[in-house]
């Protein structure tokens, strides 16, 4: 895959509403989700079970300089970010809000730039310009920063209690998970990296059994249903006190994992109006195996704004209202079908039927 990332491409940018964004994918953006405040009791989004891969950054956070109050946190909860150059990137001034960003039950792995020669790799999963204003719960660390290895990287300037060397000993006291994801087939769709061609054709961010977020969600704070609209399941044997049954990130790990074959799930709901989707359970999921090249491959956003006019500064977002917007399917672009190729027709050659000569009969002369 030729190219690079578009360095003014912006997936979905966000200024000052509480729209609830719900189930997209984004990919090879220079942001994959720009997200804005300014002023008094500035409405906030919240970013949930959504797939933000491959992109400069997945999510960028600005507050102008002049972000008063907020009416609720900025909330992204069971996201699945993964090889971006920067995770999720807060640009937050001194005089910002304290509790600006929660980042809950997300998957944050391999986030770096893609290492070159002569460039070694770099990057964060989450940086913020100021301290103490990011929350980190129950979220999966895992390959994110200069170091592959070592954790105390992963993150730059977060405060808020959170420190990224306390997961090179395990879990920390906030419920973080270090420990590698197990994606089924984690395609890297940065146009140095794989690309998003292979990313289309065989990329699959589900996870196997040997994911280190399976029921180590907080549950409270999941939406009840996955990206793929499947419920809910405990595993025996994993999870940890006060977690699950809802795993990290998009994908709930089911007990099979997600057809690797047919690799950008989707969910099947249609974009129609009318039909809810909230029976548990029902969708497992159609695919789409796409081919778009461009440099911006945005999801759609879905679910509309909500606007709520009573100021609610310390009220907790509940995540997953019970009347959910029916999602829209991603776009992800189908190829077109190649036509088929014709095989030259091949005329037999023509028989001609055998005449056989006749018989000539030797004249006999009988002598009398
Ligand atoms: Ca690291
Ligand atoms: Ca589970």
Same mark, same amino acid.
């Given at each position: 895959m030729s190219g690079a990332i578009d360095p003014n491409s912006v997936a979905l940018s966000i200024t000052n509403s509480s729209i609830i964004v719900d189930r997209i994918y984004t990919i090879t953006s220079n942001v994959g989700i720009q997200i804005n405040t300014s002023g008094n009791s500035a409405p906030t989004p919240s970013i949930s079970n959504s797939v933000i891969v491959g992109n400069n950054n997945g999510v960028t956070v600005s507050d102008g300089g002049n972000t008063e109050s907020l009416l609720r946190p900025i909330v992204l909860n069971n996201n699945t970010i993964a090889f971006n150059n920067n995770g999720v990137m807060v640009n937050v001034a001194a005089g910002s809000p304290v509790d600006f960003v929660q980042i809950i039950n997300s998957i944050l792995s391999g986030n770096a730039s893609?290492?070159?020669?002569?460039?070694?790799?770099?990057?964060?999963?989450?940086?913020?310009?100021?301290?103490?204003?990011?929350?980190?719960?129950?979220?999966?660390?895992?390959?994110?920063?200069?170091?592959?290895?070592?954790?105390?990287?992963?993150?730059?300037?977060?405060?808020?209690?959170?420190?990224?060397?306390?997961?090179?000993?395990?879990?920390?006291?906030? +419920?973080?998970?270090?420990?590698?994801?197990?994606?089924?087939?984690?395609?890297?769709?940065?146009?140095?990296?794989?690309?998003?061609?292979?990313?289309?054709?065989?990329?699959?961010?589900?996870?196997?059994?040997? @994911?280190?977020?399976?029921?180590?969600?907080?549950?409270? @704070?999941?939406?009840?249903?996955?990206?793929?609209?499947r419920s809910r399941v405990t595993?025996?044997?994993?999870?940890?006190? +006060?977690?699950?049954?809802?795993?990290?990130?998009?994908?709930?790990?089911?007990?099979?994992?997600?057809?690797?074959?047919?690799?950008?799930?989707?969910?099947?709901? @249609?974009? +129609? +109006?009318?039909?809810t989707s909230t029976q548990p359970g029902g969708n497992t999921g159609g695919t789409t195996t796409g081919g778009t090249t461009g440099g911006t491959t945005g999801?759609?956003?879905?679910?509309?704004?909500?606007?709520?006019?009573?100021?609610?500064?310390?009220?907790?977002?509940?995540?997953?209202?019970?009347?959910?917007?029916?999602?829209?399917?991603?776009?992800?672009?189908?190829?077109?079908?190649?036509?088929?190729?014709?095989?030259?027709?091949?005329?037999a050659p023509v028989r001609r039927p055998v005449v056989a000569a006749p018989v000539r009969r030797p004249v006999v002369v009988v002598k009398k």
């Open positions: 893609v290492p070159t020669l002569s460039t070694p790799r770099s990057g964060y999963a989450v940086s913020s310009t100021t301290a103490d204003r990011v929350t980190l719960r129950f979220n999966n660390f895992f390959n994110n920063g200069a170091s592959a290895t070592n954790y105390a990287d992963d993150t730059n300037n977060i405060g808020n209690g959170f420190d990224p060397a306390a997961l090179n000993n395990g879990r920390d006291a906030l +419920g973080n998970v270090p420990g590698d994801p197990a994606f089924v087939f984690p395609i890297d769709p940065r146009p140095e990296a794989e690309g998003p061609l292979r990313f289309f054709v065989d990329g699959n961010y589900g996870i196997r059994i040997q @994911s280190a977020a399976i029921d180590a969600a907080e549950n409270a @704070s999941a939406p009840t249903l996955d990206f793929l609209y595993i025996p044997g994993r999870g940890y006190p +006060g977690t699950g049954p809802a795993d990290i990130g998009a994908f709930e790990y089911n007990g099979t994992p997600t057809n690797p074959s047919f690799p950008i799930i989707v969910p099947t709901a @249609s974009s +129609g +109006g009318g039909s999801g759609t956003t879905t679910g509309g704004t909500t606007t709520n006019p009573v100021p609610q500064p310390t009220a907790k977002p509940v995540p997953q209202p019970v009347a959910k917007p029916v999602p829209r399917r991603p776009v992800v672009r189908k190829p077109l079908p190649k036509p088929p190729v014709r095989k030259p027709v091949v005329t």
